[in-house]
């Protein structure tokens, strides 16, 4: 698939199939958000634990934010190039893979480079899921309700 070719959904993609979709890629969302705040509850385990220093804490923190934000925009050209299914579904796999490798972790940079391979994977999850709810409601008044239920599934994730 050439990067100038437009993807169109199946014309028989029923409604029941279209709101399944944005079931599974609000999903993914908010476990990307969750993600990323989730870590303010295990830290003080994590510093009784491993004893980061406050250096290495704040890496353990922000590495997830920071990565993720510079990754989004490389991620996405990747995605539009290589097909944003097969991007998305390998950023499944690393993120679930990558998930359970934080058990392994036994240090503080351990941990840090665990989480910069999460929020790598993360960033194969986030602008694919929102580049496909175009893909799937393709409708212009069909496509503020998803992208509603979006934006109220991430807001409630990180309040």
Known sequence: MSATQV?????????????????????????????????????????????PTAAQQLWIVDVYSLILAGLLVPVSAVADRYGRKRVLLAGYVLFG??????????????????????CAAGAMIMPTTLSLLRV??????????????????????TR
């Open 7 to 51: 993807t169109e959904p199946h014309p028989t993609m029923g409604t029941r199939r279209r709101w399944a979709a944005l079931a599974v890629l609000s999903a993914s969302l908010l476990v990307i958000a969750m993600d990323m705040t989730i870590l303010n509850v295990a830290l003080p385990h994590i510093t009784e634990d491993l004893a």
């Open 136 to 157: 799937i409601f393709t409708q212009r008044q069909a496509l503020g309700r998803p992208f509603a239920v979006i934006n109220r599934v991430i807001h409630s994730a």
């Open 97 to 118: 893979g990558v998930s359970l490798a934080v058990l392994a972790a036994g240090s503080p940079a351990g941990v840090i480079a665990v989480r910069a391979l999460l």
